[in-house]
């Protein structure tokens, strides 16, 4: 077949592969020689250029031609914008084997190398004592955390073990209970309150990461910070939770 009337440098067209599940849009001059067209090919579909076989789609998806003369301009076939050109690989390759990221070879480096490197971004935080590694920021880090913990320690001494309690937390309903521990704990900073809930509205049984603070059922027991309890003579509450 033979193309007349077509004066654009280039074409907008389609690629498709054997090798691969998905299209892809390319622009391509057509004074490329179907030999020069399919080493840049190679780039977008992974197979080699001496493997490749070309067929040309139209816009509407039906077969035209083999790309098959090496020396031919891409320019000489019938190859419009909207037209698609599948490439079928012959080098024995599998469908997805270069889509596959898991086959691919990771780089790795150790902690220990990664430190010694004096282009890296860790390296270049130490250089200027930024983040982490200011010196100034890490102090008022600290500051801030010992002035938490003494305002907690200070709300905490005012919450008695055994006292009856409401909690507040933010954007849930109150909650009443009884306080069974105050004081500071191994699964995260501070101090906390546990509170043994007079419905299943808790989290736990009294132990958080197989260590026991106070003794409860399942789905009573909770932990939470001294800013949101309040003690105080709060009776029980039925919420009627038991007959659900």
Known sequence: MEVTGLSAPTVNVFIS??????????????SLTIAEFKCKLQLVVGSPASCMELELYGPDDKFYSKLDQEDALLGSYPVDDGCRIHVIDHSGARLGEYEDMSRVE??????????????????????????????????????????????????????????????????????????????????????WIGVRYDEPLGKNDGSV????????????GAFVKPSVVTVGDFPEEDYG???M
């Open 17 to 30: 592969s054997s090798l691969n599940s998905f299209r892809s849009q390319k622009r391509y001059s057509r």
């Open 106 to 191: 990771k780089y790795e480096i150790s902690q220990e190398a990664y430190d010694q490197r004096q282009n890296s971004v860790r390296s270049f935080l130490k250089r200027n004592k930024l983040g982490r590694y200011s010196e100034e920021e890490r102090a008022q880090q600290e500051a801030e955390s010992s002035q938490r913990l003494t305002e907690e320690a200070a709300q905490a001494s005012g919450i008695p073990v055994g006292s009856r309690c409401e909690v507040q937390a933010p954007g849930q309903p109150p909650r009443r209970g009884t306080v069974m521990y105050v004081g500071l704990t191994d699964f995260k900073p501070g101090y």
């Open 209 to 220: 990461n197989g260590k026991r603070y106070f003794e409860c059922q399942a789905k009573y």
């Open 241 to 243: 939770l038991d007959e």
